[in-house]
């Protein structure tokens, strides 16, 4: 009995993922510039409490993230962010106000299911501190190290496993595909 199951759960299974594949490929599963936000934002704030809690000397807060998907129909996403370094040395904290604008590639990671921002291009860039305001090369390129390290080991999105569809997807062979203001899930060629 229990042999004959299995095979009637994978036929189920494979019926669903088709049908799943034949939608998907009608009307894709895609996430919003908004959810990538906000997505990012959390996990950049929790990136920075594991930083703070190893004993890292920086933290580092958000005040804004801007993400704009597909713009002018390209594949990138083009990601304003705003926020506060802050050096924690002896009993002073010493906050640098910056700005940066980075453009990358939206890549889709199967094993990991989750997205994550690739080949990271700096854009324009500023630093404002009690001692210097405009664009300071060598710290703004050192904070362009961190954000594009951090961006390209931390997700901007990952499926939710708690999510029948989202975990069909996890299952399936998926890719993502940059539209204007969204990233969609379509099978992978």
């Not at 599963?29 to 950049?44: M, N, P, R, T, W």
């Given at each position: ?20 594949s ?24 929790k990136?920075?409490?594991d ?15 801007d993400?704009t ?55 324009e ?23 594009a ?5 931390m997700p ?24 204007p ?9």
């Amino acid at each position: 009995m229990i042999n004959m199951i299995k095979p009637a759960l994978r036929a189920l299974t494979l019926f669903t993922v088709v049908l799943a594949s034949g939608c998907a490929s009608l009307s894709p599963y895609s996430i919003s510039e908004g959810e990538v936000e906000q997505h990012l934002k959390d996990a950049v704030a929790k990136y920075d409490r594991d930083q703070l809690q190893s004993g890292s000397p920086l933290s580092l807060s958000l005040t804004g993230a801007d993400i704009t998907l597909g713009p002018d129909g390209r594949d990138v996403a083009v990601i304003d962010l705003k926020g506060q370094v802050a050096l924690n040395a002896l009993l002073a904290k010493l906050p640098v106000d910056l700005a940066l604008k980075v453009e990358g590639a939206p890549v889709y990671d199967s094993q990991e299911k989750a997205v994550y921002i690739r080949r990271l291009q700096l854009l324009e860039s500023s630093v404002d501190s009690p001692f210097f305001k405009g664009d300071l090369a060598p710290v703004t390129d050192t904070v362009m190290r961190v954000v594009a390290q951090m961006l390209e080991t931390m997700p901007v999105y990952r499926l939710d496993e708690t999510d029948p569809a989202q975990r069909l997807f996890g299952v399936v062979p998926m890719d993502i595909r940059v539209a204007p203001g969204r990233l969609e899930f379509v099978m992978a060629e």
